[in-house]
């Protein structure tokens, strides 16, 4: 089973496969405001992961593959003053423009055939490192471990992918046990 994890965002979208417990192949898509407006920096990513995906050959299938995705939340700042407000503005932008770019990966996933799943970050995190709150540094130190590489040469948009595929290895085997549960019920 080929997992593609996948840490969307606008600057920088990390993206990977994990086969058992080794991640095979990894990218990072960047953008910035000089490659045009919001919606063709949303493009462009969409475009490079379709590469990405069809570059990955006939192991890529509907029946074998699928692609998790970092579910996105907004968090909330506190306080009516100014500076929260401008504050609260900001990350409400920001997470709507990571939703259009996880809409379009979720797009091309679907060009594919592939099955998606979302995963909480705190879950992701979990499946890699054991821990639902561990650090950006333990995210990367796991994820470059199963990469095979050193810390510093796994982005940290890559290592959160590399979480993210763990996180949807685990969806799958709860779903599993799930439908072996029902089907013991019945």
């Known amino acids: 089973m080929l997992i593609l994890g996948v840490d969307p965002g606008l600057k920088a979208t990390g993206i990977c496969v994990v086969e058992g417990t080794e991640v095979t192949d990894r990218a990072l898509i960047t953008t910035s405001p000089e490659d045009g407006d919001e919606g063709q920096r949303v493009q462009d990513i969409a475009g490079k992961a379709y590469l990405f995906i069809?570059?990955?050959?006939?192991?890529?299938s509907a029946d074998n593959t699928i692609l998790a995705i970092e579910a996105q939340h907004?968090?909330?700042?506190?306080g009516d003053h100014e500076e929260a407000r401008r504050e609260r503005a900001a990350k409400a932008a920001s997470t709507i423009q990571v939703a259009h770019v996880a809409g379009a990966l979720m797009e091309v996933a679907a060009r594919f055939g592939l099955q998606v799943v979302v995963v909480q970050p705190k879950f992701a995190k979990?499946?890699?490192?054991?821990?639902?709150?561990?650090?950006k540094a333990q995210v990367r130190g796991m994820a470059a471990r199963?990469?095979?590489v050193e810390a510093d040469e796994i982005s940290e948009h890559e290592a959160d992918a590399v979480a993210v595929a763990c996180g949807g290895q685990d969806v799958l085997k709860q779903r599993k046990l799930e439908k072996l549960k029902e089907a013991a019920e019945t």
């Open 54 to 60: 069809e570059g990955l050959g006939e192991g890529v």
């Open 146 to 148: 199963m990469a095979g």
């Open 126 to 135: 979990r499946a890699l490192t054991g821990n639902g709150n561990a650090s």
């Open 74 to 78: 907004f968090e909330d700042v506190r």
